[in-house]
């Protein structure tokens, strides 16, 4: 059963529970990651969430995300959560923005409530998507993408929209995006390692 990161307000780990039991109107500020995939040719991997997920259904967003397990350091997350919903291999995995936090409501009143640190990586690889994960997939050319979401005329999930326009502050090249200090991380997620459950 897979389990996320339960955080205080500023970050502590507080708890671990089951990732079935989290996601309500109610729910707890918890662990999560973005990444932000760039293949050879320097294009961004966007994913459209599969019409099956629990939350934000449908949506097109950034490549990947998901929750680091207890004990799982961040980086290790991420690549192990995007070799499961794209099946493939990531290399120059890099922490750029160590401080993002959002918070999301459905329609239907079903809340997302995450620090969600964002890194960006590389692959060589054409995904193989897990369709209970992904619906579709497509590569585009950042400066476009980023324009387009800024202004609107690209709709995405809620935090992809917010990370975007922090994303766009770190320059326009996202390949020359500098690496954010790890101390930077939310308590729990720093040094390596995340508090066992």
Known sequence: MEQVVLLTESG?????LDKAEV?????????????????????????????????FPGLLTNSCCGHPAPGEDMVS?????????LGVDVSDVT??????????????????????PVF??????EPVPDPS??????????????????TG????????AEQVAQLVALGPDPLRWAAADEQLLPPAARNGGLPKG
């Open 153 to 160: 005329r690209r709709a995405v999930s809620p935090w992809c």
């Open 133 to 150: 994960e992904v619906d579709s997939y497509e590569w585009v050319d950042w400066p476009g993408f980023a324009d387009d979401v800024r």
């Open 12 to 16: 502590e780990a507080k708890g671990v």
């Open 120 to 125: 960006r990586a590389r692959t060589s690889a």
């Open 95 to 116: 922490l750029v923005l160590p401080r993002f936090r959002y918070r999301a409501v459905m329609p239907g009143g079903l809340v997302e409530n995450e620090m969600c």
């Open 77 to 85: 997350g991420v690549g192990r959560r995007i070799r499961q919903e």
């Open 23 to 55: 996601h309500h109107t109610r729910t707890p500020l918890h662990l999560a990651f973005s990444c932000y995939l760039f293949g050879a040719d320097g294009r961004l991997l966007l994913t459209t969430r599969a019409r099956t997920k629990k939350t």
